[in-house]
Every structure is written in C-alpha cells, then in structure tokens.
C-alpha cells in the first residue's frame, strides 16, 4: 500500500509559479513511476506529466516547456514545477503511483490561476 499527500497548490496570477509535492509512504517511492494529472469539475481527469523510477520525463503538450517532474527518492517526493502559468491550468492536481497493475493516488490539491 501506498499513501500520497499532494500539497504546495493555491492561488496564482497568470505567468506566475507553483511548485506541488508529493509526498509517499508506506512503500518505497522509487520503484514506482509517478503521474501527475488534473481535473476541473465536470470534465475527465487529464494526463499531466509522469516521472518514471530511472527519472525519464513526459509531458502533455499543453504543458511542455512550462512544467518540470522531479523526484527525490531519498525523500519519498516527488514534485511538479509549474511555471508560466495560465487560466486554463486552474484544476485539481493529483499524484499517482504506478507499479505493475497497482495504482494509487492522492486526495488532490487545488491550484488557481486567476488575477
């Protein structure tokens, strides 16, 4: 079993910054490869961003360029730099944890983009 606390969400101006984290326990961080997605109401949870155990990076295209997945295994967290925000990335943020057919996610944390 794997606990994820997301945390570091809030309220942005356009072009501004946050950075979320992810924190695991429970379970070793390292050999699962890490997701980050988010979802506004009434619409499917999207693909963010993902950071696999060897620290290999993907993105959506409507992130890319802006955002950065980082890990820290030593510290059981893994992190979304969000940069050059927009109105259009206001949503929940989640983490999630794929090993195999497991899969476990976080409660979310709410980021806001708006002047």
């Known amino acids: 079993q794997v606990q994820l606390v997301e945390s570091g969400g809030g309220l942005v101006q356009p072009g501004g910054s946050l950075r979320l984290s992810c924190v695991a326990s429970g379970s070793i961080l390292s050999i699962y490869t890490m997701g980050w997605y988010r979802q506004v109401p009434g619409k499917q949870r999207e693909f963010v961003g993902t950071?696999?155990?060897?620290?290999?990076?993907n993105y959506a295209r409507s992130v890319k360029g802006r955002f950065t997945a980082s890990r820290d295994n030593a510290k059981n967290t893994v992190y979304l730099q969000m940069n050059r925000l927009r109105p259009e990335d206001t949503a929940v943020y989640y983490c999630n944890a794929v090993l195999g057919p497991d899969i476990y996610w976080g409660q979310g944390t709410q980021v806001t983009v708006s002047s």
């Open positions: 950071i696999d155990r060897n620290g290999s990076t």
